[in-house]
Every structure is written in C-alpha cells, then in structure tokens.
C-alpha cells in the first residue's frame, strides 16, 4: 500500500481572483452537445487553416448568458501537420499555449476548461510549425460555469502541490 502525503503551504489554496470569472460561479453539468464539427459542410467557423484564430459563438440552448466558462471536450482529426490546438476568451493567431498537442495523422481529444469572453464564445486556433497546413476541429461541451445553479466551483491559480524531482 502506497500512502501519499502532501503538504499544501497555508494560503496556496486561497481562491485570488480571476479576471473575467465570476467568485464562486457555479459549475452545472449537461449532457454532451456538439457545438462544433469543421467535417460538416457549412460549419461556421469552417476547417481551421494553421495560425489562424477563429471565433466560436456559443448557442444560448447550450450556454446561456451569464455563463463565464465552459468544459468539454476537444479533439482535432484529419491535420495535415503535427501541432497544437488553443482555445480561449481572446483571439490568438499564435498563441503561447496549447489545450491539446498531437503528431501528424493522429486523431486526438483533450478535456478542456475554458472562460468564455463576454460575448460567450471562444477562440480556437490550430497552430503547426508552418503557414498552410489544415486540420478539422470538434467541440463537446460537457457543462458551463454561472453565478446561480449546480456546485459551486472557485478558480485558484495554478499550484503545484507535488514534485517527485524535489528531494525530501
């Protein structure tokens, strides 16, 4: 039997703010709707070409107004080069961050957490070592984050609360 103790310094839980999310927003689950599937001719926004961001207004049916994040699930398939997929509450042409990285020819899928902007979408960019390539991109969301409803969720910055590489 394996026993894990970690010791969380006091404080580090602490919930700061987060720009754009509301204290306390509350997490409601729903079941898994596609809001996106560049496969499907006349999808809005359409196949993603590389570093180039693309706005995705999300339906009210799906997440209604107040709504301040999402999660769900996105997936990439049918790229023409190895890459990474970003999506966030502000257009990225070449973003420093990925949500989901994947070689050529794989078709891959990635759990996200995202806040939407105040217009309730999200920017998605597919970005590959050069200009041109293309992929196919598909979004699930799986729940919504608002100020009423569900479980109350609170955003804390990112702490890592174990390091196997630290001695002691």
């Known amino acids: 039997t394996l026993v894990l103790a970690v010791l969380i310094p006091a404080g580090a839980l602490a919930a700061p703010a987060q720009p754009g999310v509301a204290a306390g927003s509350n997490y ?9 599937d560049t496969r499907t001719p006349g999808s809005v926004p359409g196949i993603f070409s590389s570093h180039v961001a693309q706005e995705l207004v999300l339906p009210a049916s799906v997440v209604p107004a107040g709504a301040t994040a999402i999660t769900g699930n996105l997936t990439v398939t049918a790229q023409e080069s190895k890459g990474f997929l970003y999506i966030g509450p502000a257009k990225a042409n070449d973003p420093t961050s990925s949500n989901l990285n994947f070689p050529l020819g794989d078709d891959r899928a990635n759990a996200i957490t995202v806040q939407l902007s105040a217009s309730r979408s999200v920017w998605i960019t597919y970005a590959a070592p050069v200009l041109g390539p ?3 991109v598909i979004l699930d969301v799986t729940g919504y984050y608002a100020a009423s409803g569900g479980a109350t969720y609170n955003a804390i910055a990112p702490t890592r609360v174990l390091d196997t590489r630290t001695p002691g």
């Open 28 to 36: 409601v689950a729903i079941a898994p709707t596609r809001v996106l």
């Open 134 to 136: 293309k992929a196919h």
